[in-house]
């Protein structure tokens, strides 16, 4: 029998719109261009986001040691996984989705214009690049964590776990890049001067560190990519002459961060037991004092 003669017709999906789609590309195909960007700038030898050498190429006092900047692969290739998941309009036309789309596209753009400036341009241009990431990181891991309970699982680790890494590098990456700017711009980057400001800009990205940490209750991800962070400027500074004292600046700075952080997570933790536990045993509760 013909479908639809005793009832109406099977409901159909409604298209996606225009916009739906142009939204869910946008970030597809940003993810495939920093990948392409990534390898390209690799295969040339061009910057890495978060520590170039400033003066001439010269390594600073606080310039990650080289390990550290693998992170990229892990946050390239979690967006690119993430672009993928919300491809699907069934997933990325979800409110969290949708609503976290253009700041992340805005931070993927920066990360491929900052390869091409780390190439082309003056450092102090990739380092306004990154300061600009660096708040579009901090609109989208916002507006993800506040609609991460709409996500689901797949999805929300994804999507917490890459913004939570890009956002918690980034935050010591960008002063980190901003010093060697300073060193172009003709600070000294040899003695004791040069340890001097570069300690000052050590104490920012202490700074942001604490506030990665306290913004976002000591969220794993963010948490670990700024201690990542600090103990790759310590073993850096550590291996440089006249570098140890911001190399132990920076370790102290990366052990008290994790301790405040898991002392953090576990009051929270100490605190849901205990309102869970006044629940149970309020009135009415069948764990409750009996009349």
Known sequence: MPAGVL????????????????????????????????????????GRPGGTGGAGGTDLLITPAGYAFAVWGAVVAGCLAYAVY?????????????????????VMAGFVAWLVLAATAPT???????????GLLVVAYDTALRHRRLVRLPGRLLLLGTLGVYTGWAAVAVPVNAASALADLGLPTTGSAAAAWQAVVLLVALGAGVAVVRRWRARAASTLAVVWALLAVAFGAGAREGGALLAAAAAVGAVV??????????????????????????????????P
């Not at 919300?86 to 805005?106: C, I, K, M, S, T």
């Open 257 to 290: 961060l994790l301790g405040w952080a898991v002392w953090m997570r576990w009051e929270d933790l100490r605190r849901r037991v205990a309102a869970s536990t006044v629940r149970l045993g309020g009135p009415g509760s069948p764990f409750g004092p009996r």
């Open 124 to 134: 102090w241009t990739t380092a306004l690049v990154f300061a600009v990431m660096l």
């Open 86 to 106: 919300q491809l699907p309009a069934a997933r990325g036309d979800e409110p969290a989705h949708r609503r976290v789309a253009w700041p992340f596209a805005g």
């Open 7 to 46: 009832g109406p017709p099977p409901a159909t999906a409604p298209r996606p719109s225009l916009a739906s789609r142009a939204r869910r590309w946008t970030v597809a195909v940003l993810a495939a261009a920093q990948v392409l960007a990534a390898v390209v700038a690799a295969a040339l030898g061009g």
